[in-house]
């Protein structure tokens, strides 16, 4: 059984990596304002665009965390106790991109999910 669970993980991460190298991040323009209150203040210097967009994370959780696959990603180290339960897979790659890291997650838990899996995709703004 443990080998379908590779294929189906190596399925979830094919996907996921096809779909974060076909995302085409919004570049990030950082500006410092003479006054940093005031986002109508004089720009006084404005750094070199962030190509990858705004930083972040995402993550896949499965849920429950008893479930025949979710146990085996814990058993291979590739996933961690949920803090509202299940197991996270954390997107390592794709630097500090958080739209890159979004929609690796979106397209695995998809893959997940087609599988008759409960999973999603989480993320958050660093």
């Not at 838990?109 to 409960?118: K, P, T």
């Amino acid at each position: 059984m443990a080998t379908d669970y590779q294929a189906l993980f190596n399925a979830a991460d094919a996907a996921g990596q096809a779909a974060a190298e076909a995302k085409v991040p919004t570049p990030m323009i950082v500006v410092q304002r003479a006054n940093p209150f005031d986002d109508t203040s004089e720009v006084v210097k404005q750094y070199a665009p962030v190509t990858g967009g705004v930083c972040g994370f995402a993550w896949v959780t499965v849920k429950p965390g008893t479930a025949g696959f979710a146990r085996w990603t814990r058993k291979q180290g590739l996933t961690r106790r949920g803090y509202y339960g299940g197991e996270q897979y954390w997107v390592s790659r794709y630097g500090q991109s958080m739209e890159r890291k979004e929609a690796y997650a979106g397209a695995f838990a998809e893959v997940l999910r087609e599988a008759g899996l409960e999973a999603y995709a989480g993320s958050r703004m660093d």
